[in-house]
């Protein structure tokens, strides 16, 4: 009896001093995501653009992370009554830096900054419009970079959503180097 009575107090001593298992070192997560970009409405208007994402990030010993990725990236333009569109599809290798966490480990701010090569093409080769009008941008090979804010809310020690902000800064392309994207994602930890 001594023993349960015993085991019972230390159980209750020992309550909320464990800490959650996030962001330790050689976790990897694999996350999903999707941003509107540069002003997205969704009137048949010329400012309609979305992108959609996939990576994996890998944690280490201080909190910061990896992340490897591809991304698809679409930007509509308006010609006449038709939308023209002009899609990126992008690789990304960044690193990204946690500045802020509660102690429960449960909210994570982070900061990060990606490489990123891709190839752009302007409605995918097409050049010739319905009314004999040339499309003269070429499809081209990108090269650059993004500036990522992120704040990454855990709802249990596997599954996470993320809300994020970037700027994108891709040369090569003929239609726009720069792009904002505003959006949301889900992280699955894997291992």
Do not use: C
């Amino acid at each position: 009896m001594k023993r349960i009575v015993l085991l019972i107090l230390l159980s209750l001593a020992l309550i909320g001093q464990t800490q959650a298992q996030r962001y330790l070192a050689g976790q990897n997560g694999i996350q999903v995501s999707g941003s509107f970009v540069d002003g997205f409405k969704l009137k048949n208007e010329a400012k309609q653009a979305f992108a959609a994402g996939i990576a994996l990030s890998t944690y280490l010993k201080n909190g910061n992370r990896w992340v490897f990725g591809a991304e698809y990236l679409q930007k509509k333009h308006g010609y006449k009554d038709i939308l023209i569109p002009v899609s990126q599809i992008t690789a990304e290798g960044g690193y990204y830096l946690k500045f802020l966490s509660d102690p429960s480990k449960t909210l994570f701010f982070s900061i990060g900054a990606s490489a990123m090569a891709g190839y752009e093409t302007v409605n995918w080769g097409k050049e010739l419009l319905f009314d004999g009008a040339t499309i003269t941008s070429e499809d081209n090979f990108l090269y650059g970079g993004a500036v990522t804010f992120e704040v990454e809310a855990f709802l249990s020690d596997r599954f996470a959503v993320l809300l994020h902000a970037r700027e994108r800064i891709l040369f090569g392309s003929s239609i726009n180097k720069f792009h904002t994207q505003v959006g949301i994602g889900f992280k699955f930890i894997i291992n």
